[in-house]
């Protein structure tokens, strides 16, 4: 049970790495924070909570709250290897105590770092940049294509989100209904409506339709003499719930980009480096490889690390072409996080766990999707799930306000869960790779309740 499985967190004595910091008991005041907490400006997922919860520490799957209370984190898929994982405290602490400082000389741990990315990707792939973020990856990945072809113009796929940066965030048209990033967004974006078979005009259409159209708009760009520098897309959108692009989508659109001299960019930041169970599920199973892979989040746990991979030509024609520095990104505390991480999640094997519990999981909420109606789908694969809630299984009308309502009921129930997609209706399952099948069981059980119980 639920209970049983917040005992044995609490029980269990390992989880707090010795010597950093000692288990949460009344750590800080919720309340004087709170009230505080105009000095912040993030967007903090408070709008779920009827009482947002202090975070004071984490451990594996688990964080703490100001309290003393232990939570399930459903929505960490930043923290890969779990929360407070010692062997990465002691690597970090270590090269802290050795040297960390700018980007502008070698550092064993960088040459280290950047070799070990490399290999995880198709030969042709052997050019690393390390950056601090998705959304730098993102917006230096369009730049290469820019770059490469001395052309401004850029693809996107609607309902996907890149990045915040001016770039990245102009890339990102899940927030085309905000008329001021409308109003800003550079010409030369253009964008195909997302292959999403659940909902508007796509609704029930084959799959190749999706691919034909982007194809014909790839075509039609050309032909007005804007042809596409790069053309970016997720293989499974993060940020639209889980919902994977139909075989065969980028063999087709990346054919049509590459015939203009485009370069096709594979937006691996928030699904990729093994949380579906591949190190780069997407575009492996979509059979293409790309000209340009963005990498962040899982890939330094938490830690500031993004990465664009590229072939050294396209990188070589960057250097002939701008100026590039960033001061921390590539540091060698970065770049030690991201060959911790690597070890841990071969170690530990937790792709095949992201591979193995995603599967049960994704079994236990398409059972009691068969119970509860209002679960319309499950989308998704490995540990990257989204279950959709509509009001109306025929009509798909999405169930938002309900969504919210689960997430404040769910929390209330020691479970940190968040909406996704752009009508905010899909629950965003992507916990820590190390989750365990009793905190799946936990899940699934806070879950049900809810929606037995009302919210
Ligand atoms: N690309 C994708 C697919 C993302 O989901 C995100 C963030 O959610 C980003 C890029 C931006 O990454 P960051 O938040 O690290 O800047």
């Known amino acids: 049970s639920l209970a049983a499985a917040w005992r044995a967190v609490v029980a269990d004595p390992t989880p707090f790495v010795t010597g950093i910091a000692e288990p949460a008991e009344k750590s800080a ?51 890969s290897v779990g929360h407070a994982h010692p062997r990465l405290v002691a690597a970090v602490a270590r090269q802290w105590s050795l040297l960390n400082t700018n980007s502008r000389f070698h550092y064993p741990a960088v040459v280290e770092f950047s070799e070990r990315l490399a290999a995880l990707l198709p030969e042709s792939l052997d050019t690393v940049f390390l950056v601090n973020s998705g959304s730098e990856a993102v917006d230096l990945a369009l730049r290469l294509a820019q770059a490469w072809t001395g052309r401004p113009d850029l693809l996107a796929v609607q309902e996907a989100y890149h990045g915040w940066t001016y770039l990245s965030d102009a890339v990102s ?26 909902r508007g005009a796509h609704r029930g259409n084959k799959a ?67 949380r579906l169970g591949e190190w780069f599920w997407g575009f492996e199973q979509q059979g293409v490889v790309p000209d340009v892979v963005t990498v962040a989040k899982s890939m330094g746990s938490g830690h500031p690390l993004g990465a ?55 079994m236990r909420l398409q059972e009691l999707a068969e119970r509860h ?19 109306d299984r025929e009509t798909w009308e999405p169930a938002t306000a309900e969504t919210a309502a689960i997430c404040d009921r769910l ?8 909406p996704t997609g752009d009508h905010q209706n899909i629950l965003k399952i992507k916990p820590p790779m190390c989750f365990s099948r009793d905190s799946a069981d936990a899940l699934v059980a806070a879950l049900d309740r809810v929606l037995t119980t009302g919210w």
């Open 411 to 418: 929390r209330d129930l020691g479970v940190v869960a968040q």
């Open 173 to 198: 048209t899940s927030v085309a209904d905000n008329p001021a990033a409308l109003e800003t967004r550079p010409p030369f974006i253009h964008t195909v409506p997302a292959p999403n078979p659940f």
């Open 208 to 274: 190749r339709r999706y691919a034909d159209e982007a194809v014909a708009e790839v075509h039609r760009l050309a032909e007005e003499g804007t042809p596409v520098a790069g053309f970016i897309a997720e293989a499974l959108f993060g940020n639209g719930g889980g919902i994977a692009l139909p075989d065969g989508y980028l063999a087709a659109v990346y054919d049509a980009v590459r015939a203009y001299g485009g370069l096709a960019i594979a937006d691996e930041v928030q699904v990729g480096y093994g």
């Open 29 to 79: 005041d919720a309340a004087s924070l709170l009230s505080r907490r105009d000095a912040v400006f993030a967007d903090v997922q408070e709008h779920y909570f009827a009482d947002p919860p202090v975070f004071v520490r984490g451990w594996r799957e688990h964080l703490v709250d100001a309290d003393g209370r232990v939570y399930l984190d459903t929505l960490n898929n930043v923290t």
């Open 373 to 391: 109606p209002l679960i319309g789908a499950v989308h998704g694969f490995g540990l990257y799930l989204g279950p959709e809630f509509v009001r």
């Open 308 to 362: 664009v991979v590229t072939t050294r030509a396209v990188a070589e024609r960057y250097r002939t072409g701008g100026y590039f520095f960033s001061s921390a990104g590539g540091s060698p505390v970065s770049s030690v996080v991201g060959t911790t991480v690597l070890d841990i999640l071969r170690d530990e094997d937790l792709q095949g766990n992201a591979r193995d519990t995603g599967a049960y999981l994704k």
